[in-house]
């Protein structure tokens, strides 16, 4: 039993985290209709004009504008009607001064024609149209071009696809992408008394409720969570597991206890045998018992088995180090100011996160221990106490990190 | 031809759209791994208590704690050792005053036990133990049903599972879980001239945008979206799709023209022929074409048809009504609150989304019309001028909401 000598602080943790985490560089060729919230693995070159052809943005008669330049309700300007286009239809002859075309939204103009005159500023009798108002070159016409132009980039490498840049890819006919792939997080559950739900509950047992936060905060973040049987509490069990993880192509390896592994030695003997140790213990409450280091290239994070410290150190390390991995953009969750319902006091030694609820517009502590989810699962959100600090005082403003 | 003769505000829309929306009432049993994001369909009820049992919070020893009230490093209280007990193993031996049980953290502590002395706390010379302080009775104690009581109601129906409710379930030992069905939402495009991306386009076409951004938002916001082929610019092909909707059991069914049907009658038409039209016209820029109503007992949301007009009332209708039906909370997006860079000019007239960049710190237009798609891939966010309002100044603040 060997405690842990030397803590270091939350941002020494987050910076040497950083530092080691590399962007996976694989990608996938994957349908457009998957492809929200992923990451392009390349630039998206326009490969043709979008609107492909000169349309009109209104119901009503293609024109030469310059021929409307008089027209006036009192003096409509006359012109014979040739054609009517239909939407996804083509024009068949060429107008000229003295002629329209009656086409529909989105229909091609003509050839000769350089504007819409609106259905509402017109009258109609036989094949003679009255035009009640002048019309300016290129008026109510989505120009061929006017969004997307061919060879223009229209996104870049890295960027984040949102609903509008699947749907800008979709306008240029394209029906797959090329992504980054999305980390594979393997994580490893320990300890001889975790059992996973759905299984019989022996006496002194509990049921393993790690896994479960771990995978739901590695979905949410970009991360596909793999799972592996859980190892029992011993160097040759752990290390045996560890090499099946290895073998399953694992981008990253999350370790937990089941109770409070991360406090004794287990993580990091497997970590010393097989790879190097970063750093083990943060000045962070709860969550101090956590590990940092490598095996080969692949970066291992050694999470507290208590439930409460693994989640909350899941949202302050796990989170940003898989978001780089995934090419994703730094997380901003929803953060509310309120006052503190209460004094809240801590350790002025570590940085401390109080999970609270918001009770009629003021925080109030929902902590209990860091071995209860409930302190978690029945709170709205988390404050931050930071080291050196000791005290948040009834009444004073605190940012709230909402779930 | 018929034009839009009366629009009501966006408030009205919305509220009459909230009216309509009914959440949905099917549930699925589900694996605990699938369901953070889902909605509780039932009430968990604590099964079990959690811990199952009294359990070592630390690595140490088990004690009788009165028996320790005069401990102290300068006259150590010598207990007799007379088991070992690791995690996931039982005590077999009740202890009396006088002796102790060694124990790992999160092994039952013994019969007879009523609190751990830390490790650090100890000298060992044998089975004779020297505790050189004093604990209290429970202190390094999970006690059982500290974190959740037999009987108790964990989490309530209606509840979102995020990443702590997922492992206060796992907790209980439950390896499924009712939750609500996620509203199956067809996305019907129509339009001769629409073509869907990865087939070859033809003059006069344009390729399918509306049916890949709604699909994104439906699936950001917790409905699945169903795919249908484009249907033809005629009420005959309208109405055989519709029938082919309603017989794949939907729940939503959003329309959307390929460029402008929305201000053409089609959707409109069909409505009518085989339900009801709710309201058809918002006074809010862009967008105004849209229209709601019902068939049967299905909502139908008829979106415009240009690409960015059709995206912003997703954002604004589609995604209340459907996280409604959904059982989710409101959407809170992320909002920054930056200076204008330049000046915006609105018509009065109607609500207005402006889509912005962030350039600098201060928000720049990004919109140039209601057809291009780059109007939005190519921004950050919109800001909302509201209906009343024609000008935002240069420097005036502005609340931009992020994509």
Redesign the interface.
């Known amino acids: 039993?060997r405690?842990i000598k030397e803590t270091i602080p939350i941002s020494e943790a987050l910076r040497l985290v950083d530092e080691a985490s590399r962007p996976i560089d694989r990608t996938s060729k994957i349908p457009?209709?998957e492809a929200?919230?992923r990451t392009l693995a390349t630039d998206i070159v326009a490969n043709?004009d979008?609107?492909?052809?000169n349309?009109a943005?209104m119901?009503g008669y293609a024109v030469v504008a310059e021929t409307t330049a008089d027209a006036s309700r009192y003096k409509p300007t006359r012109l014979q009607c040739i054609e009517s286009v239909?939407?996804?239809?083509?024009p068949t002859l060429r107008i000229s001064p003295g002629e329209c075309t009656e086409i529909?939204?989105?229909?091609?103009i003509p050839d000769g024609a350089n504007a819409v005159v609106m259905?509402?500023q017109t009258n109609r009798q036989g094949l003679e149209v009255e035009i009640f108002s002048a019309v300016t070159p290129w008026q109510h016409v989505?120009q061929q071009g006017?969004?997307?132009v061919t060879d223009q980039t229209?996104?870049r490498t890295g960027e984040l696809l949102?609903?509008?840049?699947?749907?800008?890819?979709?306008?240029?006919?394209?029906?797959?992408v090329d992504v980054y792939d999305q980390p594979r997080v393997a994580v490893l559950c320990t300890?001889?008394?975790?059992?996973?739900?759905?299984?019989p509950?022996e006496?002194?047992?509990?049921?393993?409720?790690?896994?479960?936060?771990?995978?739901?905060?590695i979905?949410?973040h970009g991360g596909v969570a793999l799972?592996f049987p859980i190892a029992g509490?011993s160097l040759e069990a752990l290390s045996i597991a560890v090499d099946h993880v290895i073998a399953n192509r694992t981008d990253l390896l999350v370790f937990s206890g089941?109770?409070?592994v991360g406090?004794?030695d287990l993580t990091l003997d497997v970590l010393r045998l097989k790879g190097t140790v970063d750093f083990h213990g943060i000045s962070v409450k709860p969550g101090k018992p956590t590990a940092f280091g490598h095996i080969g290239t692949i970066p291992v994070l050694g999470m507290p088995?208590y439930?409460t410290s693994c989640?909350s150190n899941?949202y302050l390390l796990l989170v940003p180090l898989l978001r780089r991995m995934a090419h994703l953009p730094t997380y901003?969750p929803?953060t509310i100011s309120v006052p503190a319902a209460h004094r809240f006091t801590s350790t002025n030694k570590r940085h401390q996160l109080y999970s609270v609820r918001v009770v009629s517009g003021a925080a109030v502590g929902a902590f209990?221990?860091s071995?209860?989810?409930?302190s978690?699962?029945k709170?709205d959100g988390y404050i931050e106490i930071p080291e050196g600090q000791d005290i948040v005082e009834q009444g004073e403003n605190v940012d709230v990190t909402l779930?």
Do not use: C, K, W
């Open positions: 039993m405690p457009l209709e929200n919230g043709r979008v609107p492909p052809f349309r943005a119901d239909h939407t996804g239809r083509l529909a939204t989105g229909a091609p259905v509402e989505g006017g969004d997307i229209v996104l949102t609903p509008s840049r699947v749907g800008s890819i979709a306008a240029l006919g394209m029906a797959e300890g001889d008394e975790i059992v996973s739900p759905g299984q509950l006496p002194g047992q509990i049921y393993d409720i790690n896994r479960f936060t771990l995978s739901a905060v979905a949410e799972t509490d089941g109770s409070s406090e004794r088995g439930p989640l899941a901003r929803q209990t221990s071995g209860h989810i409930t978690m699962s709170a779930f």
